[in-house]
């Protein structure tokens, strides 16, 4: 019995490593550009094994991907539960919960740029969303935090009601989100000037909470 569990226990932590290689390798090079031998040479495991455990590169690749949301969650975790964060009036709450996707943009710009080719490779390969349910959890969601923010100001005056906020935020996530991708990706056409990114999404941001504001 306790050979088993040992035996279980370092499956679980070859398995855990491989996901974890995986994800280094996707960021440092593109999923299109990695290859299931690069990650079995990289973490020491017969590529056989790997896909044994995951299926295809498919099924590792939504893996790594689950992981690094993961990682990013518990890097912003606490932040809205402090003390100086909930001392705030809710429509300066509501502020600086949304700045936290310029951080996303500006801390992490290669996993913006993996985002957009995860996104491709959804379309291009067809995957089941059966097969995303426990990717889908892993990606920060932020509106209760929002939607919590949003009640206080409603309580302390600062904020206005509006008819559907979970709507309200859903629009500006998407938007600042999706600009993100497109300013990581870099200048395409002639006109292209990205070189005040972070003032476009602030400026994104600066209308949301106009908009949010109780005069």
């Known amino acids: 019995m306790e050979n088993e569990i040992s035996h279980d226990s370092l499956k679980n932590k070859r398995y855990e490593k491989a996901v974890e290689v995986s994800a280094q ?4 090079n593109g999923i299109d550009s990695v290859k299931m031998t690069d990650i079995a040479d990289e973490c020491g495991i017969g590529v056989a094994t790997l896909y044994r455990w995951f299926g295809t590169k498919n099924g590792i690749t939504i893996e790594a ?3 690094m949301w993961n ?3 518990k890097m ?7 003390e100086v964060f909930l001392s705030q009036s809710g429509i300066k709450q509501l502020n600086d919960l949304m700045r936290m996707f310029i951080v996303l943009y500006e801390a992490h710009p290669g996993f ?3 985002l957009s080719e995860f996104d491709l490779l959804l379309i291009s390969e067809d995957i089941p969303k059966k097969d995303l349910k426990e990717y889908e959890r892993s990606i920060i969601n932020f509106y209760p935090v929002f ?7 409603i309580a302390d005056g600062t904020v206005r009601e509006i008819p559907d906020i979970r709507m309200f935020y859903l629009s500006f996530a998407h938007t600042l989100m999706e600009l993100s991708k497109k300013l990581i990706q870099g200048e395409l056409l002639p006109n292209d000037d990205f070189s005040h990114a972070e003032e476009e999404l602030s400026m994104i941001i600066e209308a949301a909470v106009f ?5």
Do not use: D, Q, V, W
């Open 65 to 67: 991907m689950t992981y």
């Open 112 to 114: 913006m740029r993996l």
């Open 25 to 28: 390798l996707f960021l440092k």
């Open 76 to 82: 912003f975790s606490g932040i809205f539960e402090s």
């Open 211 to 215: 908009f949010l504001r109780k005069e």
């Open 147 to 153: 939607e919590n923010s949003y009640m206080m100001g």
């Open 71 to 73: 990682e990013l969650n």
